[in-house]
T-cell receptor, first 113, second 113 residues
Framework: GENVEQHPSTLSVQEGDSAVIKCTYS??????FPWYKQELGKGPQLIID?????GEKKDQRIAVTLNKTAKHFSLHITETQPEDSAVYFC????????????FGQGTRLTINP | DTAVSQTPKYLVTQMGNDKSIKCEQN?????MYWYKQDSKKFLKIMFS???????INETVPNRFSPKSPDKAHLNLHINSLELGDSAVYFC????????????FGPGTRLTVT
């Protein structure tokens, strides 16, 4: 089945700087890659996603890139703000066998004022 | 209006007890899920129901039994609770089985003493 690795596990950046979180996946058949933001005491919230037929997608300060050949995708946050502090999860949709989202281990992002 | 809601938010109980967590979504979605998030924040799917029919059943102890009385509700009943069941349980929903975007509830923190 699908396996997703996420790095780094923790990331601390100065407010206004950029943050990058990277994920790799194992199953080349996976076709959908969402990113979730989880704030303290809340459920994961979908912030951006990308499908396998697209290489890059941007939504204001957030962008996701996908390299299908290398089987990795990344989340880029520019001009970080204190409210960006949260745990971020990447996921890949496994389509062989049980179709399900397989999550990475999470990255705790801290924005320092 | 809350899209995916869960009750209770916190549940503290003793080993050996039986407890239930309820989930409701008002998005008109056909597919609902239960996820378990452990103390290290790792998110893993447990069950998925599509239109009241079980479609994903991961390797979860049979002490866990999901029940879907209708498309908008997916409850989780846990028998003979064990210390290792302590975790945050999230309900989620998606428009249907083939749609990728999943929306999560706020979570239920279960503590077994």
């Amino acid at each position: 089945g699908e396996n997703v690795e996420q790095h780094p596990s923790t990331l601390s950046v100065q407010e206004g700087d950029s943050a990058v979180i990277k994920c790799t996946y194992s199953d080349s058949a996976s076709n959908y890659f969402p990113w979730y933001k989880q704030e303290l005491g809340k459920g994961p919230q979908l912030i951006i996603d990308i499908r396998s037929n697209v290489g890059e997608k941007k939504d204001q300060r957030i962008a996701v890139t996908l390299n299908k050949t290398a089987k990795h995708f990344s989340l880029h946050i520019t001009e970080t703000q204190p409210e960006d502090s949260a745990v971020y999860f990447c996921a890949a949709r496994q389509i062989q066998g049980a179709q399900k989202l397989v999550f990475g281990q999470g990255t705790r992002l801290t924005i320092n004022p | 209006d809350t899209a995916v809601s869960q009750t209770p938010k916190y549940l503290v109980t003793q080993m050996g007890n039986d407890k239930s967590i309820k989930c409701e979504q008002n998005l008109g979605h056909d597919t609902m899920y239960w996820y378990k998030q452990d103390s290290k924040k790792f998110l893993k799917i447990m069950f998925s129901y599509n239109n009241k029919e079980l479609i994903i059943n991961e390797t979860v102890p049979n002490r866990f039994s999901p029940k879907s009385p209708d498309k908008a509700h997916l409850n989780l009943h846990i028998n003979s609770l064990e210390l290792g069941d302590s975790a945050v349980y999230f309900c989620a929903s998606s428009q249907d089985y083939s749609r990728n975007e999943q929306y999560f509830g706020p979570g239920t923190r279960l503590t077994v003493t």
